[in-house]
């Protein structure tokens, strides 16, 4: 099994640009969150989807962030323009069932903005 | 609104000694999730625990749940150097309807 896939692995963007994060879940997981790691500190939830219906999106910047999962499988979060506190480990989770056999985490993407 | 606290945040153990790391929810769950991290690397699942009086091990680490206290323990014995890293407790709810809270972490320095 593959694990959750995220790419790229590193991003170095100049402020004001755009920047684009995929995620690929574990087959069969219908749960799909991105959480964003600061560093130092614990990963804090951006936007969750059951299926497709994004259903827990209050920590979403809504006014530069957007986020899709296309038939319920994989997902892209965008960021249009880059701030410089953008700066971030983005991380992919799936989990079935709600969590209940666990969460699996992605490798993240380690975004700088200069 | 669920809150997750951890402590210490940061840990200087010798090798071979033993320890144990707090971690404290605020709002009743029997759901509760750590992990381990290294540095530059994603979250690896340590223990899922869900119910109260839970217990798990492997290897050194041992972790325990008690939702009545909503603390959850984890317990390190006679550390060695590849425990170092920063470690994470996670809590949802009940409902599944909630995401993970993390806890800020703590993190984990076993020195000779």
């Known amino acids: 099994e593959a694990g959750v896939v995220q790419s790229p692995r590193y991003k170095i963007i100049e402020k004001k640009q755009p920047v684009a994060f995929w995620c690929n879940p574990i087959s069969g997981h219908n749960t799909l969150y991105w959480y964003r790691q600061n560093l130092g500190q614990g990963p804090e939830l951006l936007i969750r989807?059951?299926?497709?219906?994004?259903?827990?999106d209050s920590q979403l910047p809504k006014d530069r962030f957007s986020a899709e999962r296309l038939k319920g499988v994989d997902s892209t979060l965008k960021i249009q323009p880059a701030e410089l506190g953008d700066s971030a480990v983005y991380l992919c989770?799936?989990?079935?069932?709600?969590?209940?056999?666990?969460?699996?985490f992605g490798s993240g993407t380690r975004l700088t903005v200069v | 609104e669920l809150k997750v606290e951890q402590n210490p945040l940061f840990l200087s153990m010798q090798e071979e000694k033993n320890y144990t790391i707090y971690c404290n929810y605020s709002?009743?769950?029997?759901?509760l999730y750590w992990y381990r991290q290294d540095p530059g690397k994603s979250l690896e699942s340590l223990f899922v625990?869900?119910?109260?009086?839970a217990v798990k091990q492997e290897g050194r680490l041992m972790a325990s749940l008690d939702t009545k206290a909503r603390l959850s323990t984890l317990h390190i014995t006679a550390a060695v150097h590849d425990l170092s890293a920063t470690y994470f407790c996670a809590v949802d709810m009940n409902t599944g309807n909630t995401p993970l809270v993390f806890g800020k972490g703590t993190r984990l320095s076993v020195i000779a």
């Open positions: 989807y059951e299926n497709e219906e994004a259903v827990d």
């Open positions: 709002t009743t769950s029997d759901r």
């Open positions: 625990l869900l119910s109260n009086g």
């Open positions: 989770a799936s989990s079935y069932n709600r969590g209940m056999d666990g969460y699996t």
